[in-house]
């Protein structure tokens, strides 16, 4: 049975593969850390990257749901209306990149380099979970025959969750188990415990927060085969 694939699907594939060599890309080559280290021990600093983290996500989901709009449109697909679709998802990719090697570009304080790597996986998951997304897109429109071999039907139900729960709770419990050490250097720094304290509460909230808005289904695209 041969299957022929509506060209506005050809069209958005034909700008995701780019995409996904960027992604894979910026996932290899992040910068190395040099200079002043990040303020780590500000009570709001790490809290303004998460919510820099959840706006992307968002905005990254409600261009996907529009991409999804329009690809199932039952009128004919402008390939205009394709390339407008892409360069949306595009550009907030980028920022997602931009934000993600800022993070590298600056290292955490001596001995707590570990909590870097803990960190940046908030960033570095969703990131992967973007690119095998749009690779699994890539691989239907190029091979729908196996691809419908393999899903049982020619509808496919693609759905993406970007999910950091996990990586959330690694960073929370490296928290405190350098609590002592945050004690310790905010002490010298800034000449009160009562600052430590209130960063580490702080972080524990935004945390808790960036799980409960992020650990949901983010976007769904469905594809169809005449």
């Known amino acids: 049975m041969e299957f022929i694939v509506p060209d506005h699907y050809i069209w ?3 700008g995701l593969k780019p995409l996904i060599i960027e992604i894979n890309r910026a996932l290899k080559e992040k910068p190395l850390p040099k200079g002043s280290p990040h303020d780590i021990f500000s009570e709001s600093y790490l809290f303004r990257w998460l919510r820099e983290l959840e706006r992307i996500f968002l905005n990254i989901k409600e261009a996907i749901n529009r991409t999804g709009k329009v ?4 009128e004919p ?3 205009d209306e394709v390339e407008k679709s892409v360069q949306e998802i595009r550009i907030l ?3 997602f990149v931009h934000l993600f090697h800022t993070l590298w570009q600056k290292p955490f304080p001596e001995g707590f380099e ?10 570095e998951k969703p990131l992967n979970d973007l690119k095998e997304f749009f690779q699994n897109v890539v691989n239907i429109v190029e091979n729908p025959e196996d691809a419908v071999k393999s899903n049982g039907s020619t509808t496919f139900e693609l759905v993406l969750v970007l999910k950091i729960d996990k990586e959330a709770e690694a960073f929370h419990q ?6 002592d050490a945050f004690t310790i250097v905010t002490a010298f720094v800034r000449n009160s415990y009562s600052d430590r304290k209130r960063f580490y509460l702080d972080l ?3 945390l808790r927060l ?3 808005g992020l650990s949901i289904i983010l976007a769904l695209c469905c594809l169809f085969f005449d």
């Open 12 to 14: 958005f594939v034909k």
């Open 71 to 74: 690809l199932a449109s039952s």
């Open 77 to 79: 697909v402008k390939r």
């Open 93 to 95: 990719v980028k920022r």
């Open 114 to 123: 570990e909590g870097q790597h803990l960190f940046s996986a908030l960033f």
């Open 174 to 179: 490296w928290c405190h188990k350098m609590s």
């Open 204 to 206: 524990k909230e935004s």
């Open 210 to 212: 960036i799980c409960r």
